[in-house]
């Protein structure tokens, strides 16, 4: 019963429609995605990566196995960068702690998001990082990212706890000389237990490794950094400030922390044209394509926006042949608006979305206001859904076609995993994929500041051997990374729940902030 219910949750079309998908030449999907790759490389910088040295996990417990060994066996430098770090992983402190210990060459470069690692309390992420401070001062260099959003006024009365609304430092990427792991978790302990996401590490890519790492680089330009109190010896200026054991240095004196939109969007700006100036693309059978794509919509840098744009543009260009299918998904589901436009001006590319569940969403259980925000994400996804039933997008059972939503619940499991997969047909492999630190939504484009890579795919008509066997064995690890987390997709009931009437008015004051 349990394998019937999973085949009525995935792409099954009637047998006529099957047998045409197979049959069917995909040349006119495999010229649209050539052309966008093609475009795309105008805009942004690319990479060009073998096949082979891409890993996709699938577990927690398995990107947490690979954190630790990527610190282990680091020579020369680790980069982590998250939105916070959890106060109780002291397993993995103690990991970069010892790594440190045993290599005196190693640098350890941390950028974290500030008003999530300095919450009140003795337990904040900037405590639990200071041992490593005091023990290797001139080696541990932390940064702590405030969105400049949050300003004036509304800097001095907005609680702690609610400060995040206006913005945090979202980007995750986890690095050790020259392997990084993208992916969408946090480095706290449901990250690495039972809260979903995605994880792709990439072996022994220099380049690639290099540009995440200079990426961090710039960020940090117009971040704080983390002192343990008694250290005199850092630049400070008058916009640094002092906790009871620890300093926030802000090293320039002519910027407020509060008013470098300007310049870290030109700093941005500068690195990711300086990229593609000097990229020498090169590509070869078996190779992928992987785009950086920043988003920073409060400094006005929307990377990720023209990418999909762009996508659907030349989605909507193929006008014979079979469909195009989509998966999209996100564990905060507020589908932002130009990008649902896309999905209901596009009626030649079949989509299926899955979002979290309320019992799967990472405020169920919350206390206060927090407890409302599962029913918000149902009110987000009902309007969602009249907006597909009136757009005339809605799932047709029998022809396999429009938009269909589910959404995701496990046992003692939340869900955090993000990012989109596109295949020629219903039947095929993915092609491409994005995938990193955008939830795809409002927040995401207006708030958070972001780094998403999207990965393309050379079509394949049939392996040959080698390299083309490599890129083939890719697309079916895709297939089986987007298989395994609608393995826990369930038909989605949100009109059958209660929203409290509360719900409704806090949603009008914060929707943009979800």
Known sequence: MLALRRAALTRVPPLARLCSARSASTAVFNAAIHNFGADLRQRQPAFSVPANGIQILSQPCEFYALVLDMIQRAQNRIFLSSLYIGSGETELIASLSSALQRKPALQLHIQLDLNRSTRPGSASTARSLLPLLRAFPQRVHVHLFRSPSLRGLLAKVVPPRFNEGWGTWHAKVYGAD???????ANLNESYFTNRQDRYIHFSEQK??????????????TCSYMLSPAEDTSSNSTSYSYRQEDYTLHWSDPDTHPHNFNERLQKALSSFQEGHLRSSTFRSSAGDVTLFPIVQGGQFGIREEE????????????ISQGPRPFMDLTSGYFNL?????????????????????SPKANGFYGSKGVSSRIPEGYTILERRFIR?????????????????????????????????????????????????GSTNLNARSAHLDTELSFLMLLQPSKKPEGGVADSTMSLRHRLADEIRTIRNNAHEWNGYERTVRTGTRTMLKIVEDML
């Open 387 to 435: 907006t597909v039933d009136h757009g005339q997008r809605s799932w047709d059972k029998g022809s396999g076609t429009g938009i269909q939503f589910h959404e995701w619940e496990k046992a003692g499991w939340t869900y955090h995993a993000k990012g989109l997969w596109l295949s020629p047909t219903a039947t095929t492999d993915p092609i491409l994929t994005l995938f």
């Open 178 to 184: 020259d392997d990084v792991l993208i992916s969408g």
């Open 207 to 220: 380049q690639l490794a290099n540009y995440c790492f200079q990426f961090l680089k710039v960020v940090s």
């Open 306 to 317: 023209t990418a999909i744009e762009l996508l659907f543009k030349h989605l909507r260009s």
């Open 336 to 356: 932002y608006k130009p990008y649902q436009d896309l999905l209901l001006t596009s009626p030649g590319v079949d989509v299926r979305v899955l979002a979290a």
